[in-house]
């Protein structure tokens, strides 16, 4: 940014609305989340000041420069001039709810010697609390410009600008107690009370507090917190989220699938027969357009995550299973990233660098692919809606629904005997205790919310589509080719024989259709993909799996949601998409060489298990290999997830094919 005067980093605690802040003042969109972990690397806008622009440097959140975890460490080696992004300026962000412990923090960064200002924020909370900063006070005792916000309703940031000019051209550096900053992995007991000592004299005579007895979030903890009912109202959220998920998308996905199919008309309608014709329908529509049609699905999922995170409930998530993680030798810093693993394994795995033990951050790793991100809920949607009963129990909830929901349970609950037999392999790093601040509940915010669903579900059109329009059209071309002409000349006889004879025209019509599905699936028998298929179908046969169903799980390899394109590229070619339109009926309608149909309940079933547990994202082994500093931990993760989900899956269709459901 060579056009920004000088450049000013962005520091505070965890969970204080740090990057909400830098959002604000840059118009970027970073992801924010309302738990500590979410930002673990720095990001750069610019901010207009009134006399110019400056670079604005979004530091990952850190308690304390005594840097113990991955994440902190950078926030050490930055502000302290071990790296060519040393900031010539900061702005400190203060929680006013928490102002002890925020000032903490600031008193180690007033240390560094830099000029500084003091963005107050959240004090609507504060007063929530029985607390009231008086920041001109405040600045007083500190020595600093301090600036009340609300960052979320982007108040008082003109006014932070004008602080920020101000202290820049005065060159003022702040000075703190003079307690020396520690360095990585060094704690000093004396030094640390003697900031929380220097903390409280600040703030004697900028704090009031009022006796408000025990606050709303207090009393609705005793129960969300609670041992038992913590843990029953989590599982209650978590069903009705996927019970919303059937109730709200489908019309929306009957819509969306009409528009695809009416946009999918429009395209074809001018084409004469070909090989063209046949690109754009099975290659590019069918398999773009699967993914098009799950995209209400995919806003309602994030909908409700956004939700949860701006209201505060996503922390008392973590805090509930703190106690089951402490068993497996983790903490409830292992379940942060593994919450954030239910969006993208990818944030999640880059989560881990706020556990400093580094034999629990590399065992996180390792399992948070096996939380079911948001590429495969169309796999488990599609094919819950195609083969599974929409029978309601108790006459409320949706059977696909409880599917939906073991889907994602199943995740977690294999993550955690592998977590343990790993945790045991390993040999044990320092113990540390997980503390963790629960945030005060509070209405979500409209905006943020909306922001972050929109800019999820453009991240998975745009990623997604793209990755899947390619793979379609690779697929395609392996099913199409080649085209045997002594074959298409037969079909070609057959069909003028048909035309030629003396029956009713709707049985020419249904004669025609059948000879046009058979000829589509000798082709594609005939072709790279089919000869590629029946050789590989074998290892995969105790599955309950198709060719073609082999061919799609693999050709998914690079990204779980490709597998939507693959399947509608193979089996729209297949001729499978003409009784009704789009992939559920394709698939629904394929049929094996002997007639039978391709799919079960049982093959449904088992599909989708492997899909919950393989580790079919080459973004994530990537992120593994670069977090782990190894290539054998990545290739490790893809080993066990696709034994584990190949035994999950043979083990899952022979139990439901007993039950009659093969």
Known sequence: MSSARFRVALAGNPNVGKTTLFNALTGLNQRTGNYPGVTVSTHSGVWELPGGPVELMDLPGAYSLTALSPDEALVNKILVGKTDQAPAALLVIVD????????????????????????????????????????????????LRVVPIRAHKHDGLQALGQAMEQTALEAKPAHGPGLAVQGPGAANPVAIRGRYEWARNKLVDAITRSDVGVRFSDRVDKVLTHRVWGVLALVLVMGMIFQSIYAWSQPLMDLMQSLVSWIGAI?????????LKELLSNGVIAGVGSVLVFVPQIAILFLFIAILEDCGYMARSAFLMDRLFAKLGLSGRSFIPLLSSFACAVPGILATRTISDRKERLTTMLVAPLMSCSARLPVYTVLIAAFLPGRRLFGLIDQRALVLFALYALGLAVAVPIAYLLRKRMRAGVACLFLMELPSYKWPDLHTVL???????????????????????????????????????????????????????????????????QEQGALLRQSWLGRTGRIINPVFE??????????????????????????????????????????????????????????????????MVFFALCAQCASTLQVIRRESGHWGWAAFTFTYMTVLAWGAGAIVFHVAAAFGLG
Not at 492 to 511: F, H, I, M, N, Y
């Open 451 to 517: 922001r972050r669903v929109t800019e999820q579900c453009r991240e998975f059109v745009v990623n997604a589509g793209t990755m899947i329009l390619s793979v379609a059209v690779v697929v395609w071309a392996l099913g199409a080719f080649p085209r045997p002409q002594a074959l298409l000349d037969d079909f070609q006889a057959r069909k003028q024989t048909l035309a030629e004879q003396a029956v009713p025209d709707s049985a020419k019509a249904a004669g025609q259709a059948e000879l046009d599905r």
């Open 267 to 275: 395209l074809l309608r001018p084409m004469a027969p070909g090989i």
């Open 542 to 607: 105790p599955l309950g799996w198709d060719w073609r169903v082999t061919m799609s799980a693999l050709a998914s390899i690079p990204a779980r949601e490709v597998v939507l394109g693959s399947l509608g590229a193979i089996f729209n070619s297949n001729g499978g998409g003409e009784n009704g339109g789009g992939l559920r009926q394709a698939l629904i309608h394929a049929r094996r060489d002997d007639g039978t149909p391709v799919f079960s309940i049982a093959v449904a079933l088992s599909l």
């Open 96 to 143: 006013a709810s928490n102002p002890e412990r925020n000032l903490y923090f600031l008193s180690q960064l007033m240390d560094l010697g830099l000029p500084t200002v003091v963005a107050l924020n959240m004090g609507d909370v504060a007063e929530s609390k029985g607390l009231k900063v008086d920041a001109g006070r405040l600045s007083k005792a500190l020595g």
